[in-house]
C-alpha cells in the first residue's frame, strides 16, 4: 500500500480512477482502453509490466488481496449457499455471493469447504471436455475432423501436439505449451493475446513471433480449423468483390479501415470510389440494418462485423465478436451437455453440493461402496453428454476426498479399493512438487558459491 499512496492512489477515494490512468501514463505503459474508454486496469493487460515497475506490482498486489478478502468475508457461515445465475451468454452458469465456481486456486480456500458428517466428497469431471466439443463442432459443419479422429481413437491431444511442437515424445512443459494451444487457439487468440494467455494460465512463455509460428503449426496439425477460424466478413465478401482481382482478403481489410473512418496504410484518404463501393454496396450486403450509414467509426466497424451463432443445441446468440463467434459453438454445447448431466444426476438422488462448469462435487455416504458409486455417476454424465455430442468418445474422471481438493487424484489402499484423498495425500504431493524446485535452487547456490568447483 505505501508504493500506491507514494503515487496519491488511496483504494475507495473519488477520483482515484483518475490518479490510476494520470500514473501509467507518466510510466508511458501501452494498455488497451475499455469500454467506457477508461485504462484498462485487467490483470491480463498489465501483468507484463509487473517486474519492471513496482507501482504495476503494487496495485495488482492489492487487487488480488482485494479479490481475497472479498471471497473470505462470505465464508462466516457453517453452510453456505451460493446464488446461480443459470444462463449467461455464453451458454455457462456462474455464482455469486460467494462465487464458488471461481476460487482462487493457491489461497487454501477450497480446502475449507468439507462434506456433511458421514459423508465425503466425489468430484468429478470431463476430461478435455470442450476439445470433445469442438470436435463434435467440426464433424457437424464439415463431415470430418483430425481431432475428431485421434480422440476417437484415444489419443491425449495435449502429449500428441505436444510431441508435434518438439519433434519427439512430448515433456512435462512440451505439454503444458500444448494445453496453452488447445484451448487458446479455437478461441481465435491472436499472437499478443495468445502470448499473454499461455504465460497467466500455464505458465509458459512465448515472443509474439513464437507464437505466430505455433498458431500455424497448429492451424497445419487440425486442417478443418483453418475453415473454422476463417472470418465471416471475408466469406460474406467473397460474393461482393469490389473490382476484377482484387481477393476477398484484401478487400475485408479495405473494407474494415473505411467503415472505421481510418485513412490508407501510406496515411492517405481512400479513393472516392472505393468508400462508395463500402458504403454502399459492402456495408448493406453484410449488414443491412446499417444501410445509409455514411460516416465511419470503429462503433459502427464493431456493429457490422457482429456475427449470429446458432448451436447444434439450438441456442441462438447474436450480436458477437469474432472471438465469441468461434467460441460459442463449442463451448455453449459443452454447457448444455452438462447442465443435461446436472439434471440427471439430481433426478438420480445424488445430492450434488458444487457445479463448476465441468465438474460436479457429490456427497456420498461414507459406508457406500466407493468404487460403484463413481462408476455410476460416470456413466451418467457420460451418457447425458453424449446427448448433445454423439459422435465423439466422452470421457470424465473421479476421486474421492475428504475435503475440496484443488488437485486431488484418484487413490487406493493396499487391498485395491478406492479410498479417500486426505489431507496426508496432498502434502505428500506437494511435497514431491517442491522437490524438484528446491534441488535446482540448491544445486544454483552451490554453483553461485563456488561449491564442488
Not at 50 to 60: H, S
Not at 265 to 278: E, F, L, N, S, V
Not at 401 to 418: F, I, M, N, S, Y
Request: charged share 25%.
Amino acid at each position: 500500500m505505501a508504493e500506491l499512496k507514494d503515487n496519491g492512489y488511496v483504494p475507495h477515494i473519488k477520483g482515484v480512477t483518475k490518479v490510476y490512468e494520470s500514473v501509467v501514463k507518466s510510466l508511458g505503459l501501452s494498455l488497451p482502453l475499455t469500454k467506457t474508454g477508461k485504462l484498462s486496469q485487467a490483470g491480463d493487460d498489465l501483468e507484463e509490466y509487473r517486474v519492471a515497475y513496482p507501482f504495476v506490482n503494487a496495485f495488482l498486489s492489492y487487487k488480488e488481496q482485494k479479490k481475497f478478502k472479498d471471497f473470505v468475508v462470505n465464508l462466516d457461515k457453517p453452510r453456505i449457499h451460493t446464488r446461480f445465475n443459470t444462463l449467461l451468454n455464453t451458454g455457462r452458469t456462474s455464482s455469486s455471493k460467494p462465487n464458488i465456481q471461481n476460487l482462487p486456486r493457491e489461497s487454501g480456500i477450497r480446502a475449507c469447504f468439507t462434506p456433511t458428517q458421514g459423508y465425503c466428497f466425489l468430484q468429478i469431471d470431463y476430461s478435455q471436455l470442450e476439445l470433445r466439443t469442438l470436435a463434435q463442432c467440426l464433424l457437424d459443419r464439415y463431415g470430418k475432423s483430425k481431432m475428431a479422429e485421434l480422440i476417437n481413437s484415444g489419443v491425449d491431444l495435449h502429449s500428441w501436439f505436444g510431441s508435434q511442437i518438439v519433434g519427439r515424445p512430448a515433456e512435462k512443459k512440451d505439454r503444458q505449451c500444448a494445453k496453452a494451444c488447445n484451448f487458446g487457439f479455437p478461441g481465435g487468440l491472436g499472437k499478443k493475446t495468445f502470448a499473454a494467455y499461455a504465460r497467466k494460465s500455464y505458465n509458459v512463455y512465448l515472443s509474439e513471433e513464437r507464437a505466430g509460428e505455433l498458431k500455424e503449426l497448429w492451424l497445419d496439425a487440425f486442417p478443418e480449423m483453418r475453415l473454422y477460424m476463417a472470418d465471416s466478413l471475408e466469406r460474406r465478401l467473397d460474393c461482393c468483390p469490389p473490382w476484377e482481382g482484387c481477393s476477398s482478403g484484401i478487400a475485408a481489410g479495405m473494407f474494415k479501415r473505411i467503415i472505421a473512418g481510418e485513412l490508407k496504410k501510406d496515411g492517405t484518404p481512400y479513393a472516392p470510389k472505393m468508400k462508395r463501393w463500402a458504403f454502399e454496396t459492402a456495408l448493406p450486403l453484410i449488414a443491412p440494418h446499417l444501410a445509409g450509414e455514411v460516416d465511419g467509426s470503429y462503433k459502427l466497424l464493431k456493429k457490422a462485423l457482429a456475427e449470429t451463432i446458432v448451436t447444434s443445441t439450438g441456442r441462438i446468440r447474436s450480436n458477437c465478436s469474432y472471438c465469441q463467434a468461434r467460441n460459442t459453438p463449442f463451448q455453449a454445447m459443452a454447457a448444455d451437455g452438462c447442465k443435461i448431466a446436472l439434471y440427471e444426476l439430481i433426478r438420480a438422488g445424488y445430492r450434488v453440493v458444487n457445479f463448476i462448469h465441468d465438474e460436479f462435487i457429490i456427497e456420498i455416504l461414507l459406508e457406500a461402496d466407493l468404487e460403484a458409486v463413481g462408476a455410476h455417476v460416470k456413466k451418467i454424465i457420460v451418457d447425458a453428454m453424449k446427448i448433445v455430442v454423439p459422435d465423439v468418445n466422452i470421457d470424465a474422471e473421479f476421486v474421492f476426498t475428504d475435503r475440496w481438493h484443488k488437485d486431488a487424484e484418484l487413490v487406493r489402499d493396499e487391498q485395491g479399493k478406492v479410498r479417500l484423498y486426505t489431507d496426508k495425500d496432498q502434502q505428500e504431493k506437494d511435497a514431491k512438487k517442491a522437490a524438484p524446485k528446491a534441488a535446482r535452487a540448491a544445486a544454483g547456490s552451490a554453483m553461485d558459491v563456488g561449491v564442488g568447483a
